[in-house]
């Protein structure tokens, strides 16, 4: 008999879960104005909000926290992390930064002018953020398939490289001062790009003179992604795929808090050495001095072990692999998920889960809200809520897909808890005829509302 699969670590350390009653989420959810960024973490059961910063660190890394160097300058702790990035991705410069965010702000201050344009696909909320910010545009030129979520592709992050054409064609050399390939894609559910499209993005940004970056966040579950579904490399190692990804660009911002499993940092890496100097003086200004760039050197040290342990064959088979065992349990019950089920998260389709709710009342949101009451779930929206409303008309914008983001953190939770998330579903999807209306909103932010907006019942 082939022997079934196992998680490749065990547990050391534990941190005590609450369960609550009923009674008391009613309560608690009613005092967060139906709000799940208001509840208080012990308030929740399993918190599937983020893998964000959510992650496990291993004993490695922690041990590797005890020995950081926390000198302001010349850290032993950045010489590690500059050791691994060189090694493992082929960079030769970088600087740290404080999270994801941050190295966009870095890079975008030393080469996005208004006015521009920055293809690429789907760009996650804070890339497209600090490029609208500056005036320049964000285009999304990610393949039509994705937008189907009934579809089958292997790579629904891929680039429509006739799409990128098009806009090298109608807008000038100066006016596109980068093309970002987000891997995988986080804002089209975590689909990944296959290094075909990766080759042939680069070739044509080559071609039109452009450089090209990763948003880098979950490079290793795309590495992983491209080593299953890419005949190509079924027998190559997710090192050898990471190299060669990273061989096609010329630069990438990263957000540590994904793929490099800790719990704050990030940094940009590139190619160019006159890059690197002009970007030098924003990571000064913004984050702090090139060798600490706004994190202590403890953070620089467990990131640079996280990276390693990321590109870890067997630990990416687990996360992958507990991800896609949701998807299918929720699958196996009927509810409607998007497909194929993405590197780090579960999307259910609310609208086919609560076809009854008018959309003025916040379909996703409703079930987000019904799974918390079910079982202390955490999920999050992302519909129109999180859509927001249209700058100019102040109408809200009602997006093609209301979906319940169930974001599974790194080596946090086992398959129990997979299973429980489940069973909360489907109980919802068996009393769905008892929820018989969505929310309203009471107070909302004029932008990125969906942090802090306030709701109650609209039956009130
Ligand atoms: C999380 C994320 C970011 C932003 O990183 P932070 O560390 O949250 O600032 C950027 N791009 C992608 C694809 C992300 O997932």
């Known amino acids: 008999m082939e022997l079934p699969f196992a998680e490749p670590y065990k547990i050391k350390v534990t941190e005590p879960l609450h369960r609550s009653t009923r009674e008391e989420r009613e309560q608690w959810i009613k005092e967060a104005k139906y709000n799940l960024f208001n509840l208080r973490s012990d308030q929740v059961f399993i918190d599937l909000l983020t893998d964000s910063g959510t992650g496990a660190m291993s004993h490695h890394q922690w041990s590797?926290?005890?020995?950081?160097?926390?000198?302001?300058?010349?850290?032993?702790?950045?010489?590690?992390?500059?050791?691994?990035?060189?090694?493992?991705?082929?960079?030769?410069?970088?600087?740290?930064?404080?999270?994801?965010?941050?190295?966009?702000?870095?890079?975008?201050?030393?080469?996005?002018?208004?006015?521009?344009?920055?293809?690429?696909?789907?760009?996650?909320d804070t890339t497209k953020g600090h490029i609208e910010y500056r005036r320049a545009t964000a285009i999304d030129c990610t393949i039509d398939e994705a937008g189907d979520t009934t579809l089958y592709h292997p790579f629904k992050g891929n680039i429509d490289l006739d799409k990128l054409e098009a806009v090298f064609t109608a807008?000038?050399?100066?006016?596109?001062?980068?093309?970002?390939?987000?891997?995988?894609?986080?804002?089209?559910?975590?689909?990944?790009?296959?290094?075909?499209?990766?080759?042939?993005?680069?070739?044509?940004?080559?071609?039109?003179?452009?450089?090209?970056?990763?948003?880098?966040?979950?490079?290793?579950?795309?590495?992983?992604?491209?080593?299953?579904?890419?005949?190509?490399?079924?027998?190559?190692?997710?090192?050898d795929i990471v190299h060669e990804m990273y061989s096609y660009v010329d630069g990438a911002t990263m957000s540590s808090k994904k793929d490099a499993i800790v719990n704050i940092g990030g940094f940009l890496a590139c190619r160019s050495k006159e890059l690197f100097d002009k970007i030098s003086m924003y990571c000064i200004l913004y984050?702090?001095?090139?060798?600490?760039?706004?994190?202590?050197?403890?953070d620089l040290a467990a990131m640079a072990q996280g990276l390693k342990e990321g590109c870890d064959y067997h630990y990416l088979e687990a996360r992958i692999g507990q991800v896609a065992y949701l998807g299918q349990l929720l699958k196996d019950k009927g509810i409607p998920c998007q497909?194929?089920?993405?590197?780090?998260?579960?999307?259910?389709?609310?609208k086919k889960v609560l076809p009854h709710i008018p959309k003025e009342e916040f379909q996703a949101q409703t079930l987000a809200i019904e799974l918390y009451l079910e079982g202390?779930?955490?999920?999050?929206?992302?519909g129109t809520l999180l859509a927001d409303r249209d700058p100019v008309s102040r109408e809200n914008r009602y997006p093609k897909l209301e979906l319940l983001r169930l974001t599974i953190p790194r080596r946090v939770y086992t398959n129990n808890h997979m299973a429980y998330v489940a069973a909360c579903l489907e109980n919802i999807l068996q009393r769905r005829d008892t929820i018989t209306s969505g929310y309203r909103i009471t107070k909302e932010a004029p932008i990125m509302r969906h942090f802090t907006v306030e709701l109650e019942p609209a039956t009130m």
């Open 376 to 382: 202390g779930v955490r999920g999050v929206e992302i």
């Open 64 to 124: 590797e926290m005890m020995m950081g160097d926390e000198s302001y300058a010349g850290s032993a702790s950045y010489f590690k992390l500059k050791e691994v990035i060189n090694r493992l991705l082929g960079m030769p410069y970088f600087v740290p930064t404080h999270q994801g965010r941050a190295a966009e702000n870095v890079l975008f201050s030393a080469i996005i002018k208004e006015g521009d344009m920055v293809p690429g696909n789907a760009h996650f």
């Open 339 to 350: 497909e194929p089920t993405g590197g780090h998260a579960v999307f259910v389709d609310a």
């Open 287 to 298: 984050e702090g001095y090139l060798t600490y760039g706004g994190l202590a050197g403890r």
């Open 171 to 239: 807008h000038p050399r100066e006016k596109i001062p980068l093309c970002i390939i987000t891997v995988t894609c986080n804002t089209s559910g975590g689909q990944p790009v296959s290094m075909q499209n990766i080759r042939d993005v680069s070739a044509l940004c080559k071609k039109y003179g452009i450089p090209v970056f990763f948003d880098a966040a979950r490079f290793a579950e795309n590495a992983f992604f491209i080593k299953m579904r890419e005949e190509e490399f079924v027998n190559h190692s997710i090192r």
